[in-house]
């Protein structure tokens, strides 16, 4: 049968197979092997670690650098510790010397002794909580022996005094403690949550006087703003009366013919109250309301009128026809031409003077046009007037 196999045209087939199976099949055999060699015979350390070898459960060497190493399986295994730096937070409510109650924020940042790494690894269990546990403990009594004003300012005091604490303790489990950095401290929730609200009053008391202070300012700025506009309407308002006076005292003199007459002052009062009250009457006719004429209650003074009566009545004829013309005011001021104009205006119409005029003052062109619009004919030129002095 093998000489079946290894004659003809099988034998050919049979050494090129064999040819194909060594060729591929050794670099194979090689890589499948260096594989398991690596797997089960090689111990490999990583930089930041330190490695150990145990046989049957006891430490043989434990100080191996990052590198391979050959071991038995079975009899032999490999561990690895890391001895590079590690932190934990650290976060306390602790009580200071004053029995104030304030929360500590920090970092406790370690790392594994080389030479001690054995018992690190096999006789502390858990080793971040009992590391946190000693810190937490170390840093309340730092907290204890100062006062909260001192804790405020001394951080890197008490970083130093949970380092003295702990550190103879920890080397001995294998670890070294290399820093504390206090982030914060800070007043409990409560004090914060005081504080702040005392804060928010206060903020909100600033708010109240600033708005109170700015509406005292505001008040007597317009205060003055409408005592100047009171004294200036007073200056104009006597100037009229003024030029009034004088007007009656011509008119007088044309009438009786005495140029160097002369009025005294209650005789010039009652003439005012006079024409006051025919201009009141005139009012009222231009209205279509009753009109009635009052008089002053001096019987002197009413006698002394009573002999001008047909010339006033006759003058004021005259200044109901000059009503419809236009008058020359250009030698009257801004603020007399005002006051002329509502002193022409009859009583209902008063409120669209003082529309007009202050749509004039404000720029309000539209506005001015209406209230002009509204007034009679008969004084639209004085209107006219006094816009164009604006």
């Given at each position: ?54 046989r049957a459960g006891k430490i043989q060497r434990n100080d191996l650098d ?104 920890l080397e001995r489990l294998g670890f070294e403690i290399v820093q504390v ?210």
């Amino acid at each position: 049968m093998f000489e079946f196999l290894f004659t003809g045209p099988i034998e050919s087939y049979g050494r090129t197979t064999i040819f194909w199976l060594v060729l591929f099949g050794t670099p194979f055999v090689l890589l499948l092997g260096l594989v398991l060699v690596k797997l089960f015979f090689i111990f490999s350390v990583r930089p930041g670690f330190v490695g150990m070898i145990l046989r049957a459960g006891k430490i043989q060497r434990n100080d191996l650098d990052p590198g391979w190493y050959f071991i038995i399986p079975i009899l032999q295994s490999g561990e690895r510790v890391y001895i590079g730096l590690q932190r934990i937070p650290l976060e306390e409510e602790a009580r200071t010397k004053d029995q104030a109650i304030v929360t500590v924020r920090g970092t406790g940042q370690y790392r594994v002794l080389r030479e001690k790494a054995a018992v690190a690894e096999f006789e502390v269990q858990d080793p971040d909580n009992v590391i946190k546990d000693r810190l937490l403990s170390a840093l309340r009594s730092a907290i204890g022996k100062r006062t909260a004003a001192e804790c405020f300012e001394n951080k890197e005091e008490i970083s130093a005094d949970i380092i003295g604490e702990v550190k103879a303790g920890l080397e001995r489990l294998g670890f070294e403690i290399v820093q504390v950095p206090i982030i914060e401290v800070a007043p409990h929730k409560d004090v914060v949550k005081a504080i702040n609200d005392v804060q928010a009053a206060q903020r909100a008391t600033d708010v109240e006087r600033a708005r109170a202070e700015a509406i005292q300012v505001r008040t007597a700025a317009e205060a003055r703003a409408q005592a100047h506009a009171a004294e200036i309407r007073g200056e104009g308002q006597a100037k009229a009366l003024a030029a009034q006076a004088a007007g009656y005292l011509d008119m007088i003199r044309a009438v009786t013919g005495d140029l160097t007459a002369k009025v005294d002052v209650r005789t010039a009062s009652t003439l005012i109250m006079f024409f006051e009250s025919m201009g009141m009457k005139r009012s009222f006719a231009q209205s279509g309301k009753a009109s009635a004429v009052v008089l002053p209650d001096d019987q002197a003074v009413i006698s002394e009128i009573a002999q001008l009566v047909p010339a006033l009545v006759s003058h004021e004829a005259i200044d109901s026809q000059q009503d419809d013309t236009e008058e020359a005011v250009d030698h009257l001021t801004q603020a007399e031409m005002e006051e002329l104009l509502r002193e022409r205006l009859s009583e209902p119409l008063k409120e669209v003077g003082s529309e007009y005029l202050d749509a004039l003052k404000t720029g309000a062109v539209d506005a001015a046009k209406s209230a002009m619009e509204r007034m009679p004919q008969r004084l639209r030129w004085l209107a006219q007037k006094i816009a164009d002095r604006i």
